[in-house]
């Protein structure tokens, strides 16, 4: 099955850096890659998503590339803010459209703290 | 529209009791899952059904059973607890042909 391995585990940053979160996953068939925020003691909730036939996409200051060819993918933070703290999940999936679902492997998580 | 709900929020069990956790989703999801979350762990799948009547294992299945009652409700039975499944359970639902999958608040869950 799916195996996703995310990096770091703790990242800690200054209000205004730029933060950086990567994720490897195993199976070349996945084409689908979501990231979820979890903040303290609350559900997972989707921030950024791609598919595998683009590379990058941006949504304001979150930004997530896709290497299809080393079965990676990375979020990126622009303009940290104290708000931007919390566990980043990364998530790999074989979407085939129409009436499939998701099946989601997620990575390990990665503690993001914004200090300000 | 409530997304998706879960009932109890918090339970304390004693070894060898059972219960079951409740989730039930008012957006005419099809597909519905239910997680564990542990510390340094992630999200990891214990069942899942794709669609009303079907049901299947996911990562860590042992010590589950489920059941999809109606398109709305997925319920996750313990029936026996014991203290390696003290952990936070998440159901998520997702719609027909959409990847986004909504999370429920979670159940905290303590095996003593």
């Known amino acids: 099955g799916e195996n996703v391995e995310q990096h770091p585990s703790t990242l800690s940053v200054q209000e205004g850096d730029s933060a950086v979160i990567k994720c490897t996953y195993s199976?070349?068939?996945?084409?689908?890659f979501p990231w979820y925020k979890q903040e303290l003691g609350k559900r997972p909730q989707l921030i950024i998503d791609?598919?595998?036939?683009?590379g990058e996409k941006k949504d304001q200051r979150i930004a997530v590339t896709l290497n299809k060819t080393a079965k990676h993918f990375s979020l990126h933070i622009t303009e940290t803010q104290p708000e931007d703290s919390a566990v980043y999940f990364c998530?790999?999936?074989?979407?085939?459209?129409?009436?499939?679902?998701?099946?989601?492997?997620f990575g390990q998580g990665t503690i993001l703290t914004v200090h300000p | 529209n409530a997304g998706v709900t879960q009932t109890p929020k918090f339970q304390v069990l004693k070894t060898g009791q059972s219960m079951t956790l409740q989730c039930a989703q008012d957006?005419?999801?099809?597909?519905m899952y239910w997680y564990r979350q542990d510390p340094g762990m992630g999200l990891r799948l214990i069942y899942y059904?794709?669609?009303?009547?079907?049901?299947d294992k996911g990562e860590v299945p042992n010590g589950y059973n489920v059941s999809r009652l109606n398109k709305r409700e997925f319920s996750l039975r313990l029936e026996s607890a014991a203290p390696s499944q003290t952990s936070v359970y998440f159901c998520?639902?997702?719609?027909?042909?959409?990847?986004?999958?909504?999370f429920g608040p979670g159940t905290r869950l303590l095996v003593l």
């Open positions: 998520a639902s997702s719609g027909q042909g959409v990847k986004t999958q909504y």
């Open positions: 199976d070349s068939a996945s084409n689908y």
């Open positions: 791609i598919r595998s036939n683009v």
């Open positions: 998530a790999a999936s074989i979407y085939a459209g129409g009436t499939s679902y998701g099946k989601l492997t």
């Open positions: 957006m005419n999801h099809n597909s």
């Open positions: 059904s794709a669609s009303e009547g079907t049901t």
